[in-house]
């Protein structure tokens, strides 16, 4: 299909939201040795920043949200296979009772 002719088979393919990719791929890297060893990442507050606005480098987990269509799934797809993860993707729609 045209469209998996020209998807995005790497981080340099995709367009826009560079900034937050940077940030996925970044977390993602330090993932392994922040929560199964322990080593947790320091965080520095610069000038004029709140807690708020730091990033959260030694979370668990990530969180992508925003409207369909912008890209979510491709990069998370994309930076996981590029960093040797396996992606396994559910939907709401599979795990839910057809009653």
């Given at each position: 299909m045209w469209t998996d002719l020209y998807a995005p088979k790497s981080v340099r393919d995709l367009?826009?939201?560079?900034?937050?990719?940077d940030?996925?791929?970044?977390?993602?890297?330090d993932w392994d040795s922040v929560n199964i060893r322990g080593d947790k990442k320091?965080?520095?507050l610069r000038r004029g920043m709140t807690w708020?606005?730091?990033?959260?480098?030694?979370?668990k987990a990530c969180l992508?949200?925003?409207?369909?269509?912008?890209?979510?799934?491709?990069?998370?797809r994309i930076v996981c296979s590029?960093?040797?993860?396996?992606?396994?993707?559910t939907n709401a729609s599979d795990t839910r009772n057809k009653l």
């Open positions: 367009v826009g939201n560079e900034g937050i990719v940030q996925l791929v970044e977390w993602l890297k320091e965080v520095k708020q606005d730091v990033p959260k480098v030694n979370a992508l949200s925003g409207p369909p269509g912008i890209g979510k799934t491709s990069a998370a590029q960093l040797g993860y396996e992606v396994l993707e």
